[in-house]
């Protein structure tokens, strides 16, 4: 009987204009007309896109909020899970290190990954230093994801030279 609602804020900024300064989650009860805040989360960088989404995994209700400052498809927003009675966030580890040894040697990761609740996997597009940021040539490494008491953890990876698997 519960449902969850988001809020996005801005504020002014020094020239007058009116930029997103951050998120609130709220948790209430159909045909109640009371909220409950229940995470706060202030972005570090500037919210060009944004995005939330709310997905039932076998760990527990995942609220993602996905923050973007429009360069380079980065995620810089958070994860929070609804377990043991109440809600907390996800730690997510720095993936460029978790994947440094599944990709070959000359490569590299030059835009953000792909991390999808449903299935539970993360996905990261592998660049030749000769490849723009548009267009890797070099593969994928995906990865299955569990979620414990630290966080995200990868529990495989894999490479696939093919951009695909």
């Known amino acids: 009987g519960k449902q969850y609602y988001c809020g996005l804020y801005s504020e002014k900024d020094d020239e007058g204009d009116y930029i997103y300064?951050?998120?609130?989650?709220?948790?209430?009860?159909?045909h109640q007309k009371k909220l409950k805040p229940?995470?706060?989360?202030?972005?570090?960088?500037i919210v060009e896109e944004h995005n939330l989404e709310m997905v039932n995994t076998k760990y527990g209700l995942v609220i993602h909020i996905y923050v973007s400052n429009g360069n380079g498809h980065w995620d810089f927003g958070e994860y929070i899970i609804y377990r043991n009675g109440h809600w907390e966030k996800l730690k997510i580890p720095e993936w460029g290190c978790v994947y440094e040894w599944v990709k070959p040697e000359d490569t590299y990761?030059?835009?953000?990954?792909?991390?999808?609740?449903?299935?539970?996997t993360n996905t990261f597009a592998v660049y030749s230093y000769n490849d723009g940021c548009c267009c890797p040539t070099k593969?994928?490494?995906?990865?299955?994801?569990?979620?414990?008491?630290?966080?995200?953890r990868a529990i495989s990876s894999k490479y696939?030279?093919?951009l695909q698997e």
């Open 139 to 152: 593969g994928i490494v995906k990865s299955e994801l569990t979620i414990d008491k630290n966080g995200f």
């Open 160 to 162: 696939f030279p093919d």
């Open 109 to 120: 990761f030059c835009r953000g990954n792909t991390l999808d609740l449903k299935t539970m």
């Open 21 to 30: 300064s951050h998120f609130i989650i709220y948790e209430g009860k159909l």
């Open 38 to 45: 229940v995470h706060y989360f202030y972005p570090d960088d």
